[in-house]
């Protein structure tokens, strides 16, 4: 039986998230480093919406539920006139990953809800490491890659959408195996149409320029899976296109407003850096420990994520 990558790709991608118990299991992100990732996202959505008179945040993919915890746990301490009026918006379709996130923000349960369709709403779309989810076409010298009796078949690109991505990337060298998500732009366009006015803050690893060895992965208790085309349930990604996301976002009325390291967003926070100089001037263990973790989202997570700020304006 013949499927192409992408189809493989969206099949194996879905059972994951249908079935995964926990993603803790499998990989971690920078809101299960520390608390501290939370607070300075918190700072940055007063600093974008705080003056909105019925703002909303949509988060795309919660996971644990521990960014959202770690947002309005902030919120409500230090700026309890905001979150006195701001609702928060989940959107996740793994019905365990739902359930978990219900028990982490039960001290919250009158402000989250969960939704199965992309509300509308002006405030702000949260994205940290949402988009790296979706399937990708791998395309190579005008070829597509296709799976038949798990032997690799490259076959001539048919679909004139991604004819037309290829051509308005410039994805023009034929030694290179392109990741074509076409889903991520259509996602794109739909957050757009629904935002009546706000921001979109997007959170996960990727470039401008696709890396030579492609950056399709499989990761299953922390380890890269080296058979890809294996059986086994696991967490399948490829590196976001943020050339892509800003280039195709201009057509949706989105105007780029930053793009930066995930490093260099973090220490654009006063929030952030005020509490990582207490820890560092207070040598206590615990303090250590969480300078340890600190040290993961700035140093080895700083270069390789990306944060891209997107602005729609109300029409």
Not at 13 to 41: H, K
Not at 229 to 253: C, H, P, Q, W
Request: hydrophobic share 35%.
């Amino acid at each position: 039986m013949r499927k192409s990558f992408y189809q493989f790709m969206k099949e194996k991608s879905i059972r994951y998230y249908t079935e995964c118990e926990d993603i803790g299991q499998d990989f971690f992100t920078s809101p299960e480093l520390d608390s501290i990732f939370g607070y300075a996202i918190g700072e940055w959505i007063l600093k974008l919406i705080g003056d909105y008179r019925n703002p909303a945040i949509l988060e795309l993919g919660a996971g644990r539920g521990t960014l959202a915890y770690d947002i309005l746990s902030f919120l409500k301490t230090n700026h309890p006139s905001f979150f006195e009026r701001v609702r928060y918006f989940i959107y996740d379709f793994s019905p365990k990953l739902r359930e978990r996130q219900r028990q982490t923000l039960k001290v919250f349960e009158d402000k989250v809800d969960w939704v199965d369709e992309l509300p509308s709403f002006s405030g702000l779309v949260l994205s940290n490491e949402f988009f790296d989810c979706f399937p990708v076409r791998l395309i190579k010298d005008g070829k597509e890659l296709y799976l038949e009796d798990g032997k690799e078949v490259w076959l001539p690109v048919e679909d004139e959408r991604v004819k037309e991505y290829i051509n308005r990337l410039n994805l023009k060298d034929s030694s290179v195996v392109y990741e074509v998500c076409l889903d991520c732009v259509e996602f794109l366009q739909k957050l757009s149409k629904n935002l009546k006015e706000g921001y979109i803050l997007t959170v996960d690893y990727g470039y401008l320029q696709q890396p030579f060895g492609g950056t399709v992965m499989g990761y299953k208790g922390h380890r890269i899976v080296k058979n890809l085309y294996s059986e086994e349930v696991f967490d399948i990604t490829a590196s976001v296109n943020f050339r892509a996301l800003m280039e195709y976002g201009k057509d949706f009325g989105l105007d780029v407003i930053f793009f930066k390291n995930q490093r260099d967003f973090l220490l654009l926070s006063e929030v952030f850096k005020r509490e990582l100089k207490n820890l560092t001037e207070r040598q206590e263990p615990g303090n250590i420990e969480r300078l340890s973790r600190i040290k993961t989202m700035l140093i080895s997570m700083g270069e390789r994520f990306k944060v891209l700020l997107q602005r729609k304006c109300s029409a």
